[in-house]
């Protein structure tokens, strides 16, 4: 198990302000993954830095970034209209690879996403966009079907993880699946709901996600 690496504020060149986020590469880091907040949600989500940590022990870099601006924020908690602009948050998802690659700590490191909700779909029109810096997408509860003709384009391995009793999450899961060109798995986690709060199944996850980035994001980019 690596130890805990340390967090750097960072602030991508994307959008007019630039967009905030938590770096943190552990030491022989064999990926980095980015992760794709949906739903209103933020770097800060506790769901989503749970997965981190418990990748970063698994000796992956993580960015956890907001992809919505502060002033955006307030006006999709009015009217959730940007959370579903599944295009704006592909857009920003790309921005934000070609970042890394920039970076010194990042830049030879293999590339997955890791997106929730909305921010799967952004995750995969990410990964169709830069089919060559993404090695690999995992899911948690998310919305693929909103990348729509996006899907048969993805070449990285996916990963899609759905609760047990997220019944209408589980079918529009389904349906991306079937559209889907590149290898990939629909991993049914039993008992949770959409947001994995029932004990154990975010470790359930993590785990699923830390096999998922292990097993694709070998060797440098």
Do not use: C, K, Y
């Amino acid at each position: 198990m690596a130890s805990e690496s340390v967090l750097l504020p960072v602030r991508t060149p994307i959008g007019e302000a630039g967009l905030d986020g938590d770096l943190a590469v552990p030491e022989g880091a064999s990926g980095i993954v980015l992760f794709a907040h949906g739903s209103g949600s933020s770097r800060l989500s506790p769901r989503n830095q749970a997965v981190a940590r418990a990748l970063r022990n698994r000796g992956l870099g993580t960015l956890l970034l907001d992809l919505l601006t502060a002033a955006e924020e307030e006006v999709d908690a009015q009217t959730a209209e940007m959370r579903f602009d599944v295009a704006m948050l592909g857009d920003r998802l790309m921005t934000a690879v070609d970042w890394l690659g920039r970076q010194p700590l990042t830049a030879d490191l293999p590339i997955g996403l890791f997106g929730a909700s909305t921010g799967a779909a952004g995750a995969l029109l990410a990964a169709a966009g830069r089919p060559a810096e993404v090695r690999a997408v995992v899911s948690r509860g998310g919305r693929p079907d909103l990348a729509s003709e996006a899907l048969s384009l993805v070449q990285a391995p996916t990963l899609l993880i759905v609760g047990g009793r997220d019944e209408p999450v589980i079918a529009m899961n389904a349906e991306a699946a079937r559209e889907l060109r590149a290898p990939h798995h629909l991993e049914i986690v039993e008992g949770a709901t959409h947001l994995f709060e029932e004990p154990g199944a975010l470790d359930r996850v993590a785990e699923l996600a830390g096999d998922w980035f292990t097993r694709h994001l070998g060797g440098a980019r």
